[in-house]
């Protein structure tokens, strides 16, 4: 197949230029092909990790970077799952997606179980996509700029302003003190949940499988978490490539960042390449 001029420019980076860059995609631009091609496109002896956004993608690139030297390709979730197996000493852990809402009637009164509802459970979640403790400090009001970004509500909360706050106000209390259970529970039980799984690395601070080039597809609907990932999985010196499209960011609700291209952007210094045919 003959390359478009923008996937020209990017292989020409791939294997002349360095740092990291982001590659705006278009709708239909081909940004899986330009991936893999891209991948071809470096040096043979140097080491590359493929992040996929999900299983069923993930499972599609192994077999097609196999041919590539010293390629992988995975979900940052399986590289998160072997760095805590690795810690806790297990050969395997069993993730569930119920853990916080079983330390809510472990650690709730029935009375606030019926107040709280789903509020907890989702606040804790979007807690450990932001790294709270780590990349974000543990402070109420970090706690309730989640809470106004997401539109979390107490759905049994009481109708008077007044009183309603102050059981958002115990609501969040609440979620803090069950993110520090969930973490002691880990480290004490092997019990973890798919969040973990990106957070527990984090907090504990685990050593990653390094690569020489880290590539992400999906890149805007990666949030704090993810983006640490893609960091700390790069060799000193390694380049980033990051794909995506702002207006395929659809992920908002599982806690993806809303200006995750500019926060890559940032962090890595990396340039803009278009990928716009």
């Known amino acids: 197949m003959i390359p478009s ?35 071809r496109k470096k040096d043979p002896s140097a080491s590359a990790r493929l992040f996929a956004f999900n299983t069923a993608i993930a499972e599609v690139l192994k077999g097609k970077v196999k041919p590539i030297p010293h390629t992988i390709a995975s979900t940052f979730h399986a590289a998160g799952y072997a760095a805590v197996a690795r810690q806790l000493g297990v050969k395997s852990l069993s993730p569930t997606g119920k853990k916080i809402r079983l330390l809510t009637y472990d650690h709730c009164s029935r009375e606030d179980q019926k107040l709280l509802g789903d509020f907890v459970v ?4 979007l807690a450990k996509g932001e790294g709270i403790g780590v990349l974000q400090k543990d402070h109420p009001e970090v ?38 259970i969930s973490t002691l529970q880990a480290q004490e039980e092997f019990s973890v949940d798919f969040d973990d799984l990106l957070y527990l690395p984090l907090i504990w601070d685990l050593d990653l499988a390094r690569s020489d080039w880290v590539l992400v597809d999906e890149a805007q609907d990666t949030n704090p978490v993810r983006r640490w990932f893609a960091a700390q999985s790069l060799h000193e010196g390694g380049r980033g ?35 716009s045919i």
């Open 5 to 39: 001029p923008y996937q020209t420019a990017i292989y020409d980076w791939i294997e002349t230029g360095s740092g990291s860059a982001i590659v705006e995609a278009v709708a239909g631009s081909g940004k899986t092909t330009t991936i893999l091609e891209g991948l």
């Open 122 to 125: 989702k606040l804790v979640g």
């Open 143 to 180: 706690w309730q700029r989640l809470v106004t970004h997401h539109g979390l509500i107490l759905e049994n909360g009481a109708r008077d302003p007044g009183v309603y706050l102050q059981q958002e106000a115990r609501a969040i209390r609440k979620a803090q003190q069950l993110l520090q």
């Open 241 to 275: 490539l990051f794909v995506g499209d702002r207006s395929q960011a659809i992920y908002g609700f599982t806690g993806a960042s809303i200006d995750a291209l500019d926060q890559i952007r940032d962090t890595f210094q990396a340039v803009s390449l278009p990928l």
